[in-house]
């Protein structure tokens, strides 16, 4: 099977920076798209960024300019840089990937979540 684990998450103060990753690990035959999302309390889950295979993206309109998805297909890895948080940024952070298997079952994987809380 296929798993996602996710890293990077913390504390941040307004105005700064933090860079999310997640690494896809398993059976994979590959991984094709692959995206960020994030949900606050109360909130429901939003999608934030996506990346094809081929890296094209598109974003959250709260969040373009702010926020940079990429992906590194030899490391089956996608990475959210994040600059100019805002105290609305703060939630969880899942990320997300379309895989095919060895076996060639397609899968929707999801990553555990990863708590990005920005501070004013």
């Known amino acids: 099977q296929v798993q996602l684990v996710e890293s990077g998450g913390g504390l941040v103060q307004a105005g700064g920076s933090l860079t999310l990753s997640c690494a896809a690990s398993?059976?994979?035959?590959?991984?094709?798209?692959m995206g960020w999302y994030r949900q606050a309390p109360g909130k429901q889950r939003e999608l934030v960024a996506t990346?094809?295979?081929?890296?094209?993206?598109n974003y959250l309109d709260s969040v373009k300019g702010r926020f940079t998805i990429s992906r590194d297909n030899a490391k089956n890895t996608v990475y959210l840089q994040m600059n100019s948080l805002k105290p609305e940024d703060t939630a969880v952070y899942y990320c997300?990937?379309?895989?095919?298997?060895?076996?060639?079952?397609?899968?929707?994987?999801w990553g555990q979540g990863t708590l990005v809380t920005v501070s004013s």
């Open positions: 997300n990937a379309e895989s095919i298997t060895t076996t060639g079952r397609r899968l929707e994987v």
């Open positions: 398993g059976s994979i035959f590959r991984i094709n798209a």
């Open positions: 990346i094809t295979r081929g890296s094209s993206t």
